[in-house]
T-cell receptor
């Protein structure tokens, strides 16, 4: 069974720092991996989707990388801002022939960027 | 404006009552999902539907029921059999292997 781990569980940094959030998964047979952001009391907002054949995806100050063989993805946030404060979750979708492709979610990294 | 709507945002019920949470999407997505989120537990899948008139149990389906009579709608009923129903409920949808999108959530409190 796929297990997804996000370390650290919480992170507090001063504004302007470049950040790396980690997502590890146990089964490398994945279809894709998606990063989300969740603000308190809100739904999840999709940030980036990386297909298994891709090594990275970029959107603005965000860059997500994927290393399937080592079971790792990282989300890089450049020049962090207080508005980046949120919980960041990753979800791994398995590659199962004829399967339901149900994603497995990590528990998230809670990020606080203070001014 | 395309997206997923969930209503109501907050819901309060007495123990022993059934309650239905609404989820509507206008993204023309085939697949829809219901998750429950509790502090420190992460997201847990309740039910999912890959196509109209078909749905499957997730990891924690006991005490819940769903229907999928229309492509755009996937209501979740929390029954009195659910022992600990107070939680934040999230609905999501997806088309093919593209991104999964989430609604704003419904916070249910049962007393």
């Amino acid at each position: 069974k796929q297990e997804v781990t996000q370390i650290p569980a919480a992170l507090s940094v001063p504004e302007g720092e470049n950040l790396v959030l980690n997502c590890s998964f146990t089964d490398s047979a994945i279809y894709n991996l998606q990063w989300f952001r969740q603000d308190p009391g809100k739904g999840l907002t999709s940030l980036l989707l990386i297909q298994s054949s891709q090594r990275e995806q970029t959107s603005g100050r965000l860059n997500a990388s994927l290393d399937k063989s080592s079971g790792r993805s990282t989300l890089y946030i450049a020049a962090s801002q207080p508005g980046d404060s949120a919980t960041y979750l990753c979800a791994v979708r398995p590659f199962i022939s004829g399967g339901s492709y149900i994603p497995t979610f990590g528990r998230g990294t809670s990020l606080i960027v203070h001014p | 404006d395309g997206g997923i709507t969930q209503s109501p945002k907050y819901l309060f019920r007495k123990e022993g009552q059934n309650v239905t949470l609404s989820c509507e999407q206008n993204l023309n997505h085939d697949a829809m999902y219901w998750y429950r989120q509790d502090p420190g537990q992460g997201l847990r899948l309740i039910y999912y539907s890959q196509i109209v008139n078909d749905f499957q149990k997730g990891d924690i389906a006991e005490g819940y029921s769903v229907s999928r009579e229309k492509k755009e709608s996937f209501p979740l009923t929390v029954t009195s059999a659910q022992k600990n129903p107070t939680a934040f409920y999230l609905c999501a949808s997806r088309q093919g292997q593209n991104e999964q999108y989430f609604g704003p959530g419904t916070r249910l409190t049962v007393t």
